[in-house]
């Protein structure tokens, strides 16, 4: 990403964030790659691993948002 001279230290920070995360992804990609070829048994334990995160996360999003619009129409 290009930086803009004089952004808010925020933006700056928030630039720094999406470079890494992309740094990151394509460092995962690399090793996934990697995973296939030398090991596919391997891979798909990962891969399996990557559903019940995902699965994982999808319920806990869903509780918190739950609990946040309950905590919202009790309110208003």
């Known amino acids: 990403m290009s930086k803009v001279a004089g952004q808010p230290p925020l933006s700056n920070a928030l630039i720094k964030v ?3 995360l992309v740094e990151s992804e394509i460092r995962i990609d690399a090793m996934e ?3 296939v070829k030398t090991n596919p048994v391997a891979y798909e334990l990962y891969l399996g691993t ?3 995160l995902r699965a994982q996360k999808a319920a806990e ?3 918190v948002l739950t609990v946040r619009l309950k905590s919202k129409l009790s309110e208003g």
Do not use: T
């Open 18 to 20: 999406v470079d890494l």
């Open 33 to 35: 790659q990697i995973l």
């Open 50 to 52: 990557i559903e019940n």
């Open 61 to 63: 999003l869903k509780k």
